[in-house]
């Protein structure tokens, strides 16, 4: 029979042969510095998200303002689940901004668009 070893310590594990740590600290631990090593990641997908966003709109507002298609942008990659903050008008519109280019949805006869728009000082 092998002897297991602790995911987080190493020491040799005696008892039930499903056990992969020596006990609750030692899982938990386990975890914890797991969830720091991955949170890296999570950072550079949110972020490399982000300038995709960015670039994306960027190609789509060259005037300061447009209209287009939503499924163009996703096409392309954009994800709306990822922006920077948002910027609501005074009709209560709630634009949604990936740093200066902001973008909202509206449906026009039943065909899903986006009002991209760029931030003016008078927004902050
Ligand atoms: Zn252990």
Redesign the pocket.
């Known amino acids: 029979m092998e002897t297991k070893k ?1 995911l ?2 190493g ?1 040799n594990l005696q008892g039930r042969s499903d056990k992969v ?2 006990d609750a600290h ?1 899982k938990s631990s386990y975890h914890y510095r797991k969830s720091i090593q991955e949170s890296p990641r999570f950072y550079n997908q949110v972020d490399n998200q982000l300038k995709l966003n960015r670039k994306i709109l960027k190609n789509f507002n060259k005037a300061g303002k447009a209209t287009i298609r939503a499924s163009k942008l996703i096409e392309l990659g954009f994800n709306p689940k990822f922006f920077t903050h948002y910027w609501k008008n005074s009709k209560g519109d709630v634009y949604l901004f990936v740093y200066e280019y902001g973008f909202l949805k509206k449906r026009e006869h039943d065909i899903e668009k986006y009002i991209l728009i760029q931030w003016q000082n008078y927004m902050s």
Do not use: E, Q, T
């Open positions: 602790c987080a310590c020491n740590f020596c030692c």
